[in-house]
Structure formats: C-alpha cells, structure tokens
C-alpha cells in the first residue's frame, strides 16, 4: 500500500518563506507524476506544481516565480519550496502522485494535506 505524507506547513506572514515535504511510503512501485494541489473552503482543488513524466514541471500561474518544486527520486520525496508569500496562498496543500504498482495498475494518491497560512 503506498501512502503519502506532508509536512511542513503551518503560520508565516506575508511576504515569508515554507517548505513542504512529501514522502511516498510503500514497496514494488513506480512515480508517473507527482506534485502539489491546494484547496481553500467552497473552492475546487487547483494544482500548485506537477512533475509530470519526462521530467516536465508545471506551474499555476500564481506561483510562477515564487514557488519551486523538487524531487529526490531516490528516496521517493517532493519539496515545495514557497517564497514571497501571499495570504491568498492560504490554503491546505495535498501531495499527489499518480502511482504505477506492481501489478501493473497505475492509482491516484493524495496525502492528507497539510495547512498553510499566511497572514500577519
């Protein structure tokens, strides 16, 4: 079973930097993509950054410039680092990852999502 796990987020003011982890935990299993949503109350999902295959990064518009995401394959991590914070990225962050298992079958997988605030 393959489980993601944030950390990081918490209480910045504007202006302020963070950084979230994420952990991908299991065995027998292979990234497609993996990345960054955000959700703010009585709004959808919005992606934030994506490793698609190949190596592809995208971006929201909103974070272009201000935000960075990155990887460390080995240990089966994701970073995003969040510079020039603004309070409307307030938002719970989720990790997610399209997942390839053993068998063959390629899920989707959300961690349970992590709360950034930005106020001051």
């Known amino acids: ?9 918490g209480l910045v ?35 934030v950054a994506l490793f ?10 909103s974070v272009k410039g201000r935000f960075a995401i990155s990887r460390d394959n ?3 991590l994701v970073f995003l680092q969040m510079n020039s914070l603004k309070p409307e990225d307030t938002a719970v962050y989720y990790c997610n990852a399209d997942i390839t298992t053993e068998g063959g079958y390629t899920f989707r997988y959300w961690g349970q999502g992590t709360q950034v605030t930005v106020s001051s």
């Open 1 to 9: 079973q393959v489980q993601l796990v944030e950390s990081g987020g």
């Open 74 to 76: 080995a240990k089966n």
């Open 13 to 47: 003011q504007p202006g302020g930097s963070l950084r979230l982890s994420c952990a991908a935990s299991g065995s027998g299993f292979r990234v497609v993509t993996i990345g960054w949503y955000r959700q703010t109350p009585g709004k959808q999902r919005e992606l």
């Open 52 to 61: 698609r295959s190949g190596g592809i990064t995208n971006y929201a518009d």
